[in-house]
């Protein structure tokens, strides 16, 4: 069996003309997929049913499973999907009062990256998403939605670092901007990243124009290499230096993450190191108060404390933003729920 979502439209087509179909036909089973939502090869009712009986016998559509499905009272919906291997991961469909309807995807099972405070880095990464995955998640979510509603962001803030795994990513936001596919504007797609310079620089100059987000959580390499041992590699600066070079090579400001972990980072002495190697450069800052991780040491900071890190900023003149919180009650930050865990907690911390 073909794994349908891992060809494209061309190949599709090709596949068609190589079988003697007419190309078209590949169109309208793309169409019936991406933007009419079908879920089988029966609904796709324009196409012959000798011809739907045939690719249901050579094409798989899904190759993953709804393991578990969570509705929060406020529109959030939050699904763990099972993989072919059995492997797990999380996606979320975030609903606001602008009629924005965001997914927030994985890219990869688990993560190598052993952020200290993060659920999805506690077990190492397991394997990379291919790009038929990825975009599955995705249809798995719009399915969720209503006939008024359709998707119009997608952010990559799920398990997993996705410029390790920018091969199968690319494609799948290809299908997600495209006219063809979900056609979501590529200025509404972000992709958050622990800041890796390499793989900032291959977006920068593959100039695709998605939204980045740099998970920054601490200005100084000291603090930053405890809580992103992946910064030992290569430290705050080169970060910014790539940062830089996508704002002027995309024209796209960057938005820097700052999870506050209260005693650990949320002080006012690392507001003002952030403010002051921040300063003067067009970037967003968005203010993360941390979900709490059974098993983790770290904890939420208090609102006051969290009130008077944003003040020094903005009094600095910098754009930031405390990021809010969506879906309380259905599975906590992203990767417990593949662990089982948060059944009580906050959130995915996904925002639009
Ligand atoms: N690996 C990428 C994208 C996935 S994590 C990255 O690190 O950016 C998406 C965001 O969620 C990151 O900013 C990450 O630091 C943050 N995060 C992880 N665990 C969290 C938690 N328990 N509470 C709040 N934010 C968390
Ligand atoms: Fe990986 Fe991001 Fe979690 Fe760090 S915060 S372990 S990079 S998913």
């Not at 393991?67 to 059995?86: N, P, Q, V, W, Y």
């Not at 969720?144 to 962001?153: D, I, K, P, V």
């Not at 799948?172 to 890796?196: E, F, H, K, P, Y």
Request: charged share 20%; with cysteine.
């Amino acid at each position: 069996m073909i794994p349908l979502l891992e060809q494209t439209l061309a190949e599709l087509r090709d596949w068609f003309v190589a079988h003697g179909l007419p190309g078209y036909r590949a169109g309208q089973v793309w169409k019936w997929l991406l933007q009419k939502r079908a879920a089988s090869f029966d609904e796709m009712t324009d196409l012959p049913a000798e011809l739907r009986q045939q690719l249901h016998e050579q094409f798989q559509i899904w190759t993953t499973h709804v393991a578990e499905h969570r509705t929060a009272g406020d529109g959030t919906e939050k699904l763990l999907l099972e993989l072919h291997d059995g492997e797990r991961v999380e996606c979320v469909l975030l609903r606001d009062d602008k009629q924005h309807c965001t997914v927030c995807i994985s890219t990869q099972v688990g993560c190598a990256m052993g952020c200290a405070f993060c659920a999805t880095g506690i077990e190492g990464c397991v394997r990379n998403l291919v790009s038929g995955e990825i975009l599955e998640e995705m249809l798995q979510l719009q399915r969720l939605l209503g006939a008024n509603e359709r998707l119009s962001h997608v952010v990559v803030m799920g398990m997993g670092e996705p410029l390790l795994n920018l091969d199968a990513l690319l494609p799948a936001l290809a299908v997600a901007t495209g006219r063809d596919g979900l056609n979501i504007s590529v200025r509404r797609i972000t992709i958050s990243t622990v800041g890796l310079p390499a793989g900032i620089g291959r977006l920068a100059r593959d100039n695709c124009q998605y939204h980045l987000a740099v998970s920054l959580h601490a200005a100084a390499d000291a603090l930053r290499n405890e809580l992103v041992p992946a910064n030992r590699g290569f430290g705050v600066a080169a970060i910014l230096a790539a940062a830089d070079e996508y704002f002027e090579l995309t024209g796209r400001r960057v938005t820097f993450e700052y999870v506050l972990l209260a005693g650990v980072n949320d002080q006012p002495e690392h507001a003002r190191q952030l403010a002051h190697l921040l300063r003067g450069r067009p970037a967003l800052i968005n203010v993360i108060p941390y979900n709490p991780v059974p098993g983790l040491p770290y904890r939420r900071p208090l609102p006051a404390a969290t009130a008077q890190f944003v003040d020094i900023l903005a009094r600095a003149g910098l754009n930031v933003n405390i990021r809010h919180r969506k879906g309380d009650r259905i599975g906590a930050a992203c990767g417990q729920l593949r662990r089982g865990e948060g059944r009580d907690a906050p959130d995915c911390n996904s925002g639009n």
